[in-house]
């Protein structure tokens, strides 16, 4: 081998040499592991969150989901890309991830947070009341369930606790003891609010389903077909008589029935109808007068 050649060969095994050494004192940096890419994520997802920018908080939250699986943030994450869905008016995925957070992770302190806006996200989704109603359903029946998990305390009690641990602060402001008990009472008396809420919202929905029934039972009235029209002012009758829609479902199938030609049935129904509303039996009285002459015929 030629003096040149060798020189050349070890130049470039010095080379190599130093590349390997260079790459070996670079891997000695600090290495970014799972834990600290998850963390770094969710601060960057839920600063757009704070800021309001809701549907690009969704979509690095989105990024997280499979990330922060059996982390301390999971039920964070869970939570807060909800969050984002709700309220960048994405309720049916909202309702999805409020669900699977409920059903995931059921310890979570979001629960009952998450129980209140997955009954809201439903109610958002109700649509109008000529359409399908199953929204409405949902809605009805995630605002009991919340109702029924977290019933309603005094409100009384609770704002004295309230007032009662914030004058305890004013004395002893370090007592830590006072200042977890404040933040809880704070927290539950805050709560007040939301089961008013869904109190309020049940009847409101239930109204909707019963306008619904009762309108289809029309629409098959001005069809003809009384058969179909009875059923549905007697789901009306039977299932909605706390609504506003009882009262014209009676009246409207005793109408029914007298164009069906059921005498008796038409009698059972008015008397059924002046004993609940009994301030209408002087203007039933013709209606009554006919049903008992086709009925003696």
């Known amino acids: 081998m030629s003096v040149t050649r060798f020189f050349s060969r070890s130049a470039v095994m010095l080379l190599t040499i130093g590349l390997l050494m260079s790459s070996g004192c670079s891997s000695s940096k600090p290495v970014t592991t799972a834990t600290s890419r998850v963390n770094e994520g969710y601060a960057r997802a839920i ?7 809701f549907q690009e908080a969704a979509i690095a ?3 997280l989901l499979f990330t922060s699986r059996a982390t301390d943030l999971e039920d964070d994450v869970l939570y807060f890309l909800a969050q984002s869905y709700y309220r960048s008016g994405q309720y049916i995925l909202s309702a ?3 669900t699977r957070l409920q059903q995931q992770m059921s310890s979570t302190p979001y629960a009952q947070t998450s129980q209140f806006l997955l009954a809201k996200s439903y109610e958002k989704l109700s649509p109008h009341f000529e359409l399908d109603q199953q929204y409405t359903n949902k809605a009805i029946e995630q605002f009991a369930l919340y109702l029924d998990v977290y019933p309603m305390t005094d409100s009384t009690k609770l704002a004295s606790d309230v007032e009662t641990y914030r004058e305890l602060l004013k004395i002893n402001p370090g007592n830590s003891d006072y200042k977890q008990s404040y933040a809880a009472a ?3 008396f805050s709560r007040i609010d939301s089961l008013r809420y869904a109190e309020k919202a049940i009847p409101v929905l239930r109204e909707k389903l019963a306008k619904n029934t ?3 039972a029309r629409q098959y009235v001005q069809l003809k077909k009384y058969k179909a029209a ?3 002012y007697d789901e009306v009758i039977k299932r909605y008589a706390d609504t506003i829609y009882m009262k014209p479902a009676l009246a409207a199938k005793i109408d029914v029935l007298m164009k069906r030609k059921k005498w008796f049935d038409a009698g059972q129904t008015l008397d059924q109808y002046v004993q609940l509303y009994p301030d209408k039996e002087k203007e039933m009285k013709g209606v009554r007068e006919k049903i008992r002459q086709n ?3």
């Open 61 to 63: 939250f989105e990024a």
């Open 186 to 188: 704070t927290s539950r």
């Open 96 to 98: 999805e991830m409020f």
């Open 214 to 216: 009762y309108f289809i």
């Open 47 to 53: 600063n757009m969150y704070n800021k309001g920018d």
């Open 230 to 232: 009875v059923i549905f």
């Open 295 to 297: 009925f003696k015929n």
